[in-house]
């Protein structure tokens, strides 16, 4: 996890604050889902275009 996956993303549209425990569960669940990790992230680090979908989801879930 980078720099870059906290700060503004710790809060949900509501201006909720994410617990990291709660943070951390989701972005747990994202990583568990029935495919292997190189599935979502070839590298470990920069999403796959399954990985960037998921994410597409995840956020659009919060937003819409």
């Avoid at 998921?54 to 956020?59: G, Q, R």
Wanted: proline letters at 8%; a negative charge; glycine letters at 10%.
């Amino acid at each position: 996890m980078g720099v870059n996956d906290m700060g503004w993303h710790t809060l949900d549209p509501a201006g909720y604050v994410i617990p990291v425990e709660e943070f951390e569960t989701g972005y747990d669940r994202l990583l568990a889902a029935t495919t292997g990790p190189e599935y979502w992230a070839a590298d470990g680090v920069h999403p796959t275009p399954a990985g960037h979908a998921a994410l597409t989801a995840a956020w659009l879930r919060l937003v819409a």
